[in-house]
């Protein structure tokens, strides 16, 4: 059986080229203009709905495409290929999460300069994602008001790698006796003053607010790009 001490240099060594990777791709993604988000939750959060309805919702108004990760079926990906826009799937076997190498051969033979956003829907799973950088611009972590207010609390890493919290499945809310006040309070415990949006993906309920910031977001974002690159 293999050492602690050896377990811990195998699992630095494979982390340190996913970083090496994830820079390169963070450097074709600025390159071709393209706004990278990932998406990150727990099996069931409502995760591949949500991002159905973005993708359906900014279609007529964006270049979108998306990565969809799961460990054995293309189910995710046909769903999302519904919305009309382009959508490949990551099969990851016995992997838990995506790697930033899967992403690099997912996106071969595409023009990122195509798109305006990509999204990269990880494997359902709060913990090991937390580790693997993507390359992306912007990562969401999500979780369901059907998954209990203290989420945040049990998974705190993935909440302080991620940019925004998503709170889905809002219409339910009431039904299932969510507590708001106490759900935010452990977002907040864990990393004050995150940004947080409650969404419905099957009412619409809170999607326009999120859009109007995930599109303010790319546009600083390329600004900042093209003022570094002395364009404007």
């Avoid at 727990?42 to 990565?67: D, I, N, Y």
């Avoid at 937390?130 to 207010?149: C, H, I, M, P, Q």
């Amino acid at each position: 059986m293999a050492s602690p001490t050896r377990l811990v240099e195998v699992r630095q060594k494979v982390l340190k080229q996913n970083d090496l990777v994830a820079r390169a791709l963070r450097e074709r993604f600025q390159e071709a203009g393209v706004y990278v988000v990932s998406l990150v939750s727990s099996p069931g959060s409502g995760k591949t709905a949500f991002l159905e309805r973005m993708l359906t919702e900014l279609r007529p108004r964006c270049r979108v495409g998306a990565l969809v990760g799961d460990l054995a079926t293309d189910n995710d990906a046909r769903r999302l290929a519904r919305s009309q826009a382009p959508v490949r799937q990551i099969t990851t076997g016995t992997v838990c999460h995506l790697e930033a190498d899967m992403v690099r051969a997912a996106i071969d033979g595409w023009d990122l300069s195509e798109f305006d956003f990509l999204f990269l829907e990880n494997v359902g799973n709060l913990v090991c994602p937390a580790s693997y950088d993507l390359g992306e611009n912007l990562r969401l972590v999500l979780f369901s008001v059907t998954e209990g207010e203290d989420k945040p609390l049990k998974y705190p890493t993935i909440f302080n790698t991620a940019d925004v919290a998503i709170v889905s499945k809002i219409d339910l809310a009431e039904a299932c006796g969510f507590d708001r006040a106490s759900a935010l309070t452990s977002i907040e415990a864990v990393r004050p003053g995150m940004q947080v949006f409650e969404v419905s993906a099957k009412t619409g309920h809170g999607m326009e607010p999120f859009l109007s910031f995930l599109t303010s977001q790319a546009s600083s974002k390329k600004a900042r790009c093209q003022l570094a690159e002395g364009r404007v």
